[in-house]
Structures are given as C-alpha cells and as structure tokens.
C-alpha cells in the first residue's frame, strides 16, 4: 500500500491514519486496530530487527506503552523495504489476483530478496499448530545464503557456525547449546537466553556511603522493563528475594539503565543469580520454526528454511530475467525498425507526403520497407529532431547495447551457474548495504543453564531446599504449632515464649506440636485427611513463615493435614500405622517413606466419604491402642500376624467396628510401661496405663478406658505419654501445658483436679509436644 502511495524513503512522511483507510478500502477489510497493530510493530525498533518502515511519532516503547492514535503518527518505507522487498514488484516477478471484491489486483507474494521471515523473526498461532521464529542478523543470514548456493551440500556444522544463533533487536545474551542446535536442525527448541547485567559501586545520596548495585542494560527479548521491575518489587517484598534496597530505572536516550541497589551487607554476585534464577532477567525463547511452504504449513530445519528461500529467490530471477529480456527484445525490434526508417530516409518522406492519411502511410512503410505494425509505428511517431546526424548515431548506439543486454539476459536464462553468480552477486550488495553488527552476545554453557533451571523450576527439588537451609541460622529450632504455622525461631526467642514448659490456664500462644534443632535437618512427613503424603519443605519458612499448606506440593492444596511425622534415622522394625474413620488400620513399612521426592504421594487407599484421620509410628513388640468416642480402648500387638504389613493400594482391614454414631478418636503406639491421657468434652482428663488394658483381636469391642457423662459428652482425645508437654485446649480458646514427667503410680488418675478445669467450658484437643 505505501508502495503505492509513492511513500518511498526519500519522500516526506504519510499519516498513519490514510495508509490503514487505503489498507481496509483495498485489500483488508476488517478492522482498523489490527491493521494499525500490524503497522506499529513493522516501524519499531525493539520488535524488528530489521523494521520495514520507518516512523514519525510515538510508536510505543519497551516499557509496552501504547502507541499514540493513527491519526497522529506519520511513516513511509524504509531504505531495506523499499528496495529489497518491493524493489522488482513491477518486473513480473509474483503473481497477482484479484482483491476481495475485484476491484484492484493484489500480489499473492512479494518478491523479497531477503528472508524476512527469519531475519525479522514471527509469532503466529492457529488451530492446532504455532510458530515462533526469532530473529537473526542479516549479515550472518546471506553469508549462510551464499555458502548453500555455493556448497549445496554444506555440512550442519559449518552452517550452524554461519548462523550460530537469533539476533534480537533489544540485544542480551543467548546461551549456545542443544537448544539452538535442535531449533536449527529439526524445527523446534528451547533457547536459553538473558539480559545484560553487571555490578558496580552508586552514590545513593549526597552525605551517603556508596553501595554496590546490579546494573541491567539490556532485557531479554519481549520482556516489558516496567513490567520486569513491577514483578521483581513483588518478589522483594514478599521477601523471596533478599538484599535489595531499591529500584531505579535511570534510562534516557542514551540506552537501558535499571540500578538494582543492594543492602550494605548482601552479596552482589548472589543477588545477581537471584534475579537470573527467579526473574525473567533469565528465560527461554520456545522456537518452533513453522512456516507455508506451497500452502501447507510444515516445520522446518534451518537449512531448509533457507533453501526454501533460495528456491523461491531463483523463481523471482528467472521470472524478472524473463520480463527483462522481453522488453530489451521488444524494444530492439522497435530501434531496428527506425534504423531501417533512417537508411532510406527521403523515401520513408516521399511515402508519408504521398499518403492521404496515416493509415495508408502505415501500410506504404510496411510494404516497401519490410516493417511490422509496431516498427511502422514507431516511425510515424518519430520526432523531427531525430532527423539530425547526431540523433541517427543513438538509435544504432542504442540497437548496439540492447544486443549486448540480450545476450547477457540469454546467458543467464540458459547457463544456471551465471544465474547463480548473479543472486551472489545481489546478496553482497544487499549485506554490504543493510547488514549491522551482531547485538545480541553469544555465550557458552547453554545446556548446563538449562539443567540447572530445570531443577531450580521444580519448587520442591533437593537443590532449593538445601539452598534454604543454608541460609538458616545454625542454632535455630523449627517450631510447628497447634494452629497450623512453621516458622524457625532462635533459642532466644523460643526461651521467651515458654512453649516447652508448662502453663497454667490462660491465653496461651497456640500450643507447639512440634520444637525440632534444624541443625539435625528433620525429615517431616505431612498426612492429610486424602490419604496423601508429602515431604514438609520446612527449610523455606526461614524467610517465609506461614502455615502448613504453604510448604505442601500444590497438588495437595484443599487438603487438611491430619498428622505430621518426623522420619527416624533407623527404619528397622519401624512402621506407619494409619487409622481411617471407618475404623480401618494398615501397616506400611517405614522405609517406602524414607525415599519420598517432594511430589504428593497416594497411601492408602479410601471409599467415597471415608478420610484418614490418625497416624502413627509403630515399632515391632509394641503395642497399639484404638480409642473411639464412646471411650472404647482396644489394645493389639504390632506383629505380622494381627496388623500386617500392606501394600500403599490396600484399605487395611477393620480393627474398630463403629457403633451407630461412633466414631473413632485417636491411636497411640505404646509399650506396656507406658502411660496414655485421655480426655472427654465435659473436662475428665485421665492418666492410664498401657498394661491395664487387656489386649484383643481385631473386631474387638474393647474395653471402657474412660466414661463420658450425658448424651452429649463424648471421648475426644487419646494420646500416649511419651511426649514432654501435654497442652490442653478448651472451647473458649484458652489452653495449658501439662508436664507429662514423674508419673504418681496409679493404674488410673485422673488429674483433672490438678489442672483445674471448669466442666463446662469443655476440652476440644490434646496436643503433645514432640522435642
């Protein structure tokens, strides 16, 4: 269309407004906005390595803002356009056809004689199938060009040192490896690349003392800079990265300048690596190299992308050579019927003076001097002035050099080889004319950079969480709490809060369930009520405390988490028992536990409306105890015979059978010199011994271990005394802690007495307190 509006580089500007209404009245018809859009990124400078046109106005910026309305912006061609795309449009060299209502006639292609497609790249999606092709530079693209029509059979690696890899406008780093070599050679590939970033020393203020910073001066491809620093102020203030003091963005005209400004005590080279490893600072550029080949859309390799190419670039120049011959032919014919004219000049005037009208002087020409129509009329149309000596001399001049520029056009349409020397010839003035240096930097390593961003993507790797817990204070304790948070404290603050020491009644923090030294680096097992297991990546709340949910894989999400579990060193003789609500118990052996990745793991197996409700570690020769609401006990041995070991598919057989309205209440793993607590809603808290409950098989009804008072009172608790504190919670929120030590001696106590309870404020929860 601009071609056609005469808005070639060397003529003032057009308004963008009349170039997109010419556009929708001529060859596109459905709307302004996607025409402008397209128009928009053809002029601008950071989209298009090579832009097509050139603009006058606001047309946007890396920053992605707008550009301003087409009726304010101006643009025309530019130089490479103008003479590399549309230079040979009017030689015969495409094919047209008709417009969408017939009216004009529209080229199905433009004879471009360079690869655009590569050299500006493309983002196209359709059903079912995408491309994503970046860009490259142009010198490097002819000279791979020029070597395939040297060396047809050119082996991958030169080309592949040709093109070593894209070129994009706004510069940065792309890291050479199997990503750009498999995008080269079959179509498809992830290419690692980066921005541009280094450290250096800032005056943050007058009176100030100079601070290191991350300066970034180029961004990867089509990454928005005010975007990227809004989403890294998100992440410091999440604080999931650290050391950072401020964000400025000091760019001018001049070029990109984003001043990260660390903290007095962080590392830069860290820091650095921080915003490369979680920042799009680092991404991949997905290239899928798609395109129409005769009208089918099919994945190329870069050698047969660019032989595609030279397929086609060879059409255009037969076809132009044609058009080129056809005219010099044309026109010779014409100079050699006015040179005959010349040689019998005063009978060519006897004839015309003779003649009554033009016509018959038409004929007479044609009759006595052996002329055809057009040579006759091209005598007829000959001026006077050609009459002089020295205008005879140029048509023979004239005839002289046509001849010659027949041969050349002959040779070259019947001697492939000089056809060839010629597209050479073209793709060197094209390289020396428009070809820049390389802006985008090429660096080694990519493929180790992509290993270690696939293992830094998985938020649940090994890598990550030692990383964390690197960073951890030595001395620090891991505390999880009644109410779900995980947080590390120091002893300091942990001696300040009393959570392993008793309590009397009061408004107490939430009871600790678990106070663990990190220095060990415990393995936590989370339950929850799905059946499903999951390593606890509590190594994170160092710098991020938060509840339990937060450090669960996020396929776990929606879960309530039943029973955490600290995974011993020694697996032998070590089980894990898990009683569902229906009052079903298996066995799983410790050890298919001891090699959990961080990936939610089905373990038992559940009908529609059954949950896991308790779990426990069971060691062979002790013994296990059930407690279901109505204050039953049921006391069975861990032995193969009576709790076997079982399959992670397997619902384990039925240990309690559930009486209507009963349900169960708790589990405990104890030796028969252990003690157990249990407790009521009405606030009857007992001591019991382990050896006082008979022992049964499964199906048993047990025995009362403690009663319930009225039709609403029910047995809520069951634990064993095992633990250093035992905290009580109440339905008011209040709680204490009970130290379990210094048992008194008899077979059953109950302490409720001690810890002064009133009966009706009501337990809800036992905790005990693992160290």
Known sequence: MLHELGLTPDRPYRKCARVVGDVLGKYHPHGDQAVYDALVRLVQTFASRNPLLDGHGNFGSVDDDPPAAMRYTETRLAPIANEAMLDEIGDDTVDFAPNFDG???????????????ILNGCTGIAVGMATNIPPHN?????????????????SDEKLLELVPGPDFPTGGEVLIGSGVRDTYLYGRGSIPMRGVAHIEEVQPGKGRHKRGAVVITELPYQLSKAGWIEKLAEQVNEGKINGIADIRDESDREGMRVVVELRRDANPEKVLADLQRRTALQSNYGAILLALVNGKPIQLGLRQLLQEFLDYRELTLIRRTRHALKRAEDRLEVVEGLI??????????????????????????????????????????????????????????????????????????????ALLDAMVAEFKALRKRFATPRRTRLVEGGDELMA???????????????????????????????????????????????LDEPAP?????SPARLILPISSRPALLAFTDAGRVA???????????????????????????VELLPVPKEAKGKSVGLLSSDGRFKRLPLGEFQDLSGRATSVLKLKEGVSLKHVVLCQEGEDVVVGSSLGRLLRMQVEEGCLPLMGRNAQGPVLLRLLPGEQVVGVAAVSPKDYLWLANYSGIIKRLAAENIRRCKRGHCGQIGLSTRGKNDQMIGLEADKYAIMSIEISDGRSLRVKQSNPRGEEIEEIDRDINIDKSEGVVRLVPLIT
Not at 138 to 154: C, F, N, Q, S, Y
Not at 471 to 476: E, F, K, Q, W
Not at 540 to 551: I, R, S, Y
């Open 138 to 154: 142009l010198g490097e693209v002819v000279d791979a060009l020029i070597a395939l029509v040297r060396k047809p059979d050119l």
């Open 452 to 498: 270690e961003r696939s293992i830094a993507q998985r938020p649940n790797t090994e890598l990550l969480r030692k990383r964390a817990f690197e960073g951890l204070p030595s001395d620090g304790r891991l505390v999880i709490q009644a109410d779900g948070q995980v947080k590390v404290v120091g002893p300091q603050l942990l001696g300040r809060l009393h």
């Open 103 to 117: 009216s004009q006639q529209e080229p199905t292609v433009l004879p471009a004689q360079l690869p655009f497609l």
């Open 505 to 509: 009644l009061g408004d107490n923090p």
């Open 340 to 417: 005959t004219a010349l040689n019998s000049l005063q009978q060519v005037i006897a004839m015309i003076t003779a003649a009554p009208d033009a016509s018959s002087a038409k004929a007479s020409l044609q009759v006595h001097l052996d002329l055809n129509e057009r040579q006759a009329d091209a005598v007829l149309a000959m001026p006077l002035r050609r009459l002089t000596g020295l205008e005879q001399e140029s048509p023979r001049k004239e005839a002289d050099d046509l001849r010659q520029e027949r041969a050349r056009l002959r040779h070259l349409l019947d001697e492939r080889p």
């Open 535 to 561: 390593l606890l990546r509590w190594e994170f709340a160092g710098q991020n405390p938060g509840t339990l949910e937060k450090f669960l894989p996020e396929g776990m999400s929606g879960e309530r988490v």
